[in-house]
């Protein structure tokens, strides 16, 4: 019998679809829980499980959550339940409490919005996220970190309790899927003529329209970038009525017309890379390696990010991209202008982003580390699925 696990995440779930299936050719058996459209887990094969969760503040929602998610974890029976999400990382130890036999892994992949605002809210809310994530380790087997920093912030303020401490590069990407959608990607002419670009030089943002992705930054930065060079386009790519109080309005987009063109969410996100001149990424967000900045090195885009931690486990300043610092439209505007203008240069930097993402976050990797996290605490509980021939030998697990 196969190792089941419960992969729990949010909306974007089905971002984790090929990682699930990279585990179920590794030997498991994957059930997903998520709150998004179960259309693409079916197209998959994979079994879905829906179930609500409210990205934001909510504390009798988020009692239901937990509520919901322990019935599910007691009907589902999975001998491994993980998490994919900052509010998750604190919901599901608790859910968990009542199958005291699962193993119960959370990633941290970011510290949310809580560590990201600067609201009198989210200060005021800090020590309790810490107290909280104290509470939960006693119920959690292991915590996965996708940065080095997340994890170091974990164990100076103690809040690993028992639970095992795990890195894994990223959520990974997966590189041959991509590579295959990048190179049947419709002509660029195509899709500049649809957006209204023309031979602009194109500067591509992918993410969600919201503040805490750095967008009124970008604005700005895009108004200064235009009043030096009327060559250049800013294409924003991604959903923004979804984003509640923080979403960037209708308004203040179009106040930027005709330099900065709103694309809404698109299924083409490697077509839409392979048209552009550089990506711009300029998050204030503290999340895991972002994915959108993996596969835009993967499309051998010249880069500019912030240094925030997870940006940086990929880009270093003057190597493989430029960065900028956190909510500065005019230093963001001058590496913007920089990159384009240095072509040659920028390539470099670009080719040895790719080189690096090719090398260090493939899923294929990440996975494997997965699985023999897996694995080896299976074997800890001595349960009989941990016995399984998973068909070769799986990597050393990442450092601890």
Known sequence: ?????????????????????????????ITAAGTGDPTPFRQAGLPYRPYQLKRFLAPLADWQTCKALSALIADVKPDIVQSFDSKLGLLLPIAARSTPDVVVIRTINGRGWVYSSRTPLALALRPIYRTLHRINARSTTATVFEIREDQAFFERHGLLGKSRSVLVAGAGVDVEGFDSEFAQAAPAAQLRQELGLGDAAVVITVTRMTRQKGIPTLLKAAALVHQKRQDVRFLLVGPRQSEGPLAISAAEIARHAPY????????????????????????????????????????????????IAGCNDVIKQGWSG???????????????????????????????????????????????????????????????????????????LAAE
């Open 260 to 307: 900065v063109v709103a694309a809404g969410p698109r299924p083409d996100v490697p077509a839409l890379l392979r048209m552009a001149n550089m990506f711009a990424f300029p998050t204030e967000y503290r999340e895991g390696v972002p994915r959108v900045l993996l596969e835009a090195a993967l499309a051998g885009l010249p880069i500019v990010t912030t240094g």
């Open 1 to 29: 019998m196969n190792p089941h696990v419960l992969y729990v995440g949010g909306e974007d779930h089905n971002l984790r679809i090929p990682a699930m299936l990279a585990l179920c050719d590794l030997g498991f058996q």
């Open 322 to 396: 430029l960065i900028a610092p956190l909510r500065n439209p005019p230093a963001l505007a001058e590496r913007i202008l920089h990159t384009l203008s240095r072509p040659e240069e920028a390539r470099v930097m670009a080719e040895r982003a790719e080189a690096l993402v090719r090398r260090e976050f493939g899923l294929r990797r990440v996975a494997a580390s997965q699985a023999a996290l897996y694995r080896d605490l299976l074997m800890q509980r001595d349960l009989p699925v941990a016995r399984k021939d998973f068909g070769g030998p799986l990597p050393a």
